[in-house]
């Protein structure tokens, strides 16, 4: 996908024009805000230190899904935002979200049981299946579990792909998209963010929209204001493409598993030490390994890719969403997962920006919980 670049230009709010908002970070999150702005009658720039399509967002398994380990509160949000997907899968041109479904075994049976069973009672679409359905619902695992959930409605996307789908269509209502122009601090006047400094000079909005992932801390700190992160490396290992293997998503106690429609497979594994396997080739050879294992006949399996990503995580693991007091003009948005939330986020926070109402879905992540 070819994607602009403009001059960039310091712009002149007036009173006669829609708010101009900057956002700074163009991957998911940043290119759904900026899709649903422009929808809402903004003038929207985005900018990105690099091509657009984001670090974290490149680097994502992409599972859509609301499932276990949620308060019911996140849940919620969670599920709003499959409900989003579906919405703008409709209204985005190029955009394609394969609700295939997932098998979930990575719990001891009790808790997958009482994750099907609370979340059951919560209305969300989530079964227990023995080894017999598990083996029809994915026939090539080599080793089926005795018990998995079942969740029929989850899906994943390419998240690049959406990505540069999202831009292409905010740039088809008039967006500026500006890639590999570093933002190197934010502009304060009075206690006001009034726009950001790149490499190509200053940039001046109404607003700025900070979703620079695992930047945002870094780019917080040049206005004085602190936001506690933590990191959350995570491998990502990927075949060359190849004969369809799995059906749906696939979360065993080893990895989470997913084949791609071009037909490569895709498996995400955490790490706890990045440092001691920096560029990850020898977790991502393990990976691999732990990949065959799990499927019958894996010899024709290659080994293509691998990358060690870095989540965008604030400390207490939920969203990082609102505006940061006591500075006006500043909007932060930071999450894990930014691929499942980037349509209800995107769509919440232009909501608030242009009407000033805030979602009582988003009220619970609110930044100013962190400052003391």
Not at 101 to 121: I, T
Not at 183 to 192: G, K, P, S
């Amino acid at each position: 996908m070819h994607l602009e670049r403009y001059d960039v230009i310091e712009d002149s709010p007036t009173s006669m024009k829609p708010p101009h908002i900057l956002i700074v970070g163009a991957g998911i999150v940043g290119a759904s805000l900026a899709w649903h702005l422009m929808r809402g009658g903004a003038r929207v720039s985005v900018l990105d230190a690099k091509e657009p399509g984001g670090i974290a967002t490149r680097n994502s398994w992409a599972w859509i899904n609301a499932s276990w380990g949620n308060s019911e509160p996140y849940f919620r949000l969670r599920v709003r935002a499959m409900d989003e997907w579906h919405r703008i899968e409709g209204e985005v041109p190029n955009l394609r979200v394969g609700w295939s479904g997932s098998l979930l075994w990575e719990l001891p049976p009790d808790e997958l049981r009482s994750f099907q069973a609370g979340h059951s009672a919560w209305g969300y679409n989530v079964r227990l299946v023995e080894r017999a359905e598990v083996r029809r619902i994915e026939p090539q695992l080599a080793d089926p579990p005795e018990l998995a959930v079942h969740a029929p409605e989850e899906g994943a996307v390419e998240p690049l792909a959406a990505t540069h789908a999202l831009l292409a269509a905010a740039q088809g209502y008039g967006a500026t998209i500006i890639g590999n122009n570093p933002v190197h601090t934010l502009i304060v006047r009075a206690q006001r963010v009034t726009g950001a400094e790149t490499n190509s000079g200053p940039v001046h909005a109404d607003e700025v929209v900070v979703a620079s992932g695992v930047g945002t801390a870094n780019l917080l700190a040049t206005a004085g204001l602190n936001l506690p992160m933590r990191d959350s490396p995570a491998l990502l290992v990927g075949t060359e493409s190849g004969a369809k293997r799995l059906n749906g998503l696939v979360m065993s106690p080893a990895m989470q598993l997913r084949q791609t429609p071009e037909g490569r497979l895709v498996a995400a594994v955490g790490i706890k030490d990045a440092d001691s396997d920096a560029d990850g080739r020898e977790a991502a050879v393990a990976a691999f390994h732990t990949m065959k294992d799990l499927l019958i006949a894996p010899r024709s399996l290659v080994l293509k890719s691998w990358v060690v990503g870095h989540r965008p995580m604030p400390k207490d693991g939920f969203p990082a969403v609102g505006r940061f007091p006591p500075v006006a003009g500043l909007y932060v948005a930071v999450m894990h997962s930014g691929v499942t939330l980037a349509p209800v986020i995107g769509r919440l926070i232009a909501d608030e920006l242009l009407t000033g109402k805030r979602d009582t879905l988003i009220k619970p992540y609110g930044v100013e919980r962190f400052i003391c």
